[in-house]
């Protein structure tokens, strides 16, 4: 259950004020550390003095018990948030403080692995790339697409990637590692999704370029502070035509998060984002209490079945989801260099964002991409698609776009 806090506490006689504290029964992983939001009129000198004027305050009145806080790091590109471990005590002063606008538990966040068993038999090995080309359920085996990518960057935020992959073809390289280590994908994570969006076989974008930025750990877990410093990372150092994947989630919704995707997206970037799946007996269905599928900016990607064009039984939904797409059952390629089937919202996020590459290597400038795939999108074809979730599937039109002819030569 999801708890917010609002503590009303002792004041220091500068604070009388309280910020929120975006806070999570039950899971401590990351002792005493939060992620503090200071307010952007706030110069950070003053804040950081004002850390110190409370700490010692604290210090004086406990006998030296309470009191204590390191800044751990910043992660995170922007200055004006910044992580750090503190006593329940300082915490209480800390949120009183009118310099802070909000401080976030920054908690180890699980993945929710789907595992699909082919109780229905199985599709064909292309059913996703055939589907999502055409208008009807019936597959007509034409897996053409307008365009490739070619000259897009695809950011897989994500665990890593093999990118010597053969179906790669040398178009993939590992940019970053949050946890400062080799960018490998130890939980097989990225690789697969990476392939779904632009691989040679399986891939929507089949000439885009594939850029890792690892944010998930051999456990395909990650720390919020994990997650929002990976976005931050992107829209700091993002190149243009660029999409980004974001194929995980905050247990609960972030703050952190969802300010880090609107960096993304104002850096240029077309942030596709998962609405997650559901495990074993949430009931939580809404993807609005997940983070960055929240987010506003985000296109944000639920899962559809090979089977009638059903929103998967895993698949969460309601008004933050923006787009049905195949994710049940999609082929594509495995870190250990082979090919693999996998199912989750996971995988219907590289789906639309290889035709946002598609688009954005047409010319369709960034900030127009996610109202042309909502607005080519089928409506009406979801069966089941939950409360509140918008009936839209994924489509693109197979025929190459209309070239421009030349405006006349003035006379
Ligand atoms: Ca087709």
């Known amino acids: 259950m999801k708890v917010a806090l609002v503590l009303l506490l002792a004041v220091g006689a500068v604070c009388a004020h309280a910020a929120t504290l975006i806070d999570e ?3 401590f ?9 200071v307010r952007s009129s706030i110069l950070m000198s003053n804040f950081y003095q004002r ?7 604290l210090k004086t009145q406990s006998g030296g018990l309470y009191g204590k806080y390191v800044i751990v790091s910043n992660l995170l590109a922007t200055p004006s948030m910044i992580i750090m471990k503190m006593d329940k005590q300082m915490l209480k002063m800390v949120l009183a403080c009118p310099f802070v606008a909000y401080v976030e538990q920054d908690v180890y966040n699980d993945f929710d692995h789907i595992e699909m068993s082919a109780e229905r038999g199985m599709p064909s090995t292309t059913w996703a790339l055939d589907r999502i080309n055409q208008v009807t359920a019936e597959l007509d085996k034409d897996l053409s697409f307008p365009g490739d990518g070619a000259g897009v960057n695809i950011y897989v935020i994500d665990s890593g990637i093999n990118p010597d992959h053969v179906d790669f073809e040398g178009r993939a390289v590992k940019v970053h590692d949050i946890f400062n280590q080799t960018g490998s994908d130890c939980c097989k994570h990225g690789t697969a999704v990476a392939g779904a969006a632009a691989s040679k076989t399986w891939g929507v974008a089949k000439k885009a370029n594939i850029l890792s930025v690892r944010t998930l750990d051999c456990r395909c877990g990650a720390g919020t502070s994990h997650m929002a410093a990976a976005i931050d990372w992107v829209a700091e150092h993002a190149v243009p035509p660029c999409v980004a994947t974001m194929s995980f989630s905050r247990k609960t919704s972030s703050p952190t998060i969802c300010e880090a995707v609107q960096r993304l997206a104002e850096a240029g970037c077309v942030p596709v984002a998962a609405a997650t799946n559901l495990k074993g007996s949430q009931t ?3 993807a609005c209490t997940r983070s960055p599928a929240k987010s506003p900016y985000a296109i944000t990607a ?3 079945s090979w089977v009638e064009d059903k929103k998967s039984a895993f698949s969460r939904s309601g008004d933050c989801v ?3 797409a195949p994710g049940e059952f999609v082929r594509t390629t495995a870190a250990n260099g082979d090919y693999e089937w996998r199912s989750g919202t996971s995988m219907s996020v590289p789906l639309v964002a290889g035709i946002a590459a598609i688009h954005l290597g047409n010319g ?3 900030d127009q991409v996610r109202h042309r795939i909502l607005s080519d999108a089928l409506a009406c074809m979801v069966a089941d698609v939950g409360p509140g979730s918008p009936n839209r599937f994924l489509h693109i039109d197979p025929a190459p776009p209309a070239t421009v002819d030349p405006e006349p030569a003035s006379v």
């Open 25 to 27: 029964d039950g899971v």
């Open 29 to 37: 992983d990351f002792k005493d550390q939060y992620i503090v939001k």
């Open 51 to 57: 850390l110190k004027e409370i700490s010692e305050e």
């Open 284 to 286: 939580d269905v809404d």
């Open 302 to 304: 639920a899962s559809t």
């Open 322 to 324: 923006d787009i049905f």
């Open 364 to 366: 369709v400038p960034a």
